[in-house]
């Protein structure tokens, strides 16, 4: 079971991570709105980046789906870059999940974050089947361009009630933690 408090704050949570960790520069837009978990997919073939966030009393698994066109290639990839296309997005993936991570430590000190790991868009579609306590799904778009499509999933193994302060949400440039 998740309180209403806990649903409230994972989801300021994932938004002030999402505004902070998935643009570039500082002053570039980006926009969130909740969506239909079932349209959470953007084509069928896709792939879908995931981290995981683990500790005693809950799984948050954070999927983010980069739509592969023009517009989010061009915002994401510098001129001449050596990266792929899931290189990118992972590590746009892991500093998003990663700022989720700080500001659930102030709540749980016992949590550990996967790296990320890329799976076919069609697990959305099965996420049902784990029996969430918690489902979310948004679109995200940066500059009007680029665009992602994010799902949180909360699985809880004990009641789950927190409510986090989202104003003292600190910025960081991204440190390396070691557990």
Known sequence: ??????KGSIDGIFRK????RLVLAAGDTCEIAAIPT???GLIPEAQV???TISSILFRLMLMLQFDE???TRDYFF???SASTVQEIFSEQANLCCGAMNQELLRYFP????STPYVLNAHCIAHLEDLKPAYLASYAVTVNQAARIKATVCVCTHAPLDFVADLSALEESCGELELF
């Not at 991570?17 to 902070?20: D, E, G, M, N, V």
């Not at 016992?110 to 974050?113: P, R, V, Y």
Request: charged content about 20%; cysteine-free; hydrophobic content about 50%.
């Open 49 to 51: 980046v995931v981290l």
């Open 69 to 71: 066109g023009a517009d």
């Open 17 to 20: 991570a999402a505004q902070s």
């Open 38 to 40: 079932n349209d959470a």
């Open 110 to 113: 016992d949590l550990g974050m």
């Open 78 to 80: 510098a001129e001449g």
């Open 1 to 6: 079971m998740i309180s209403d408090n806990a």
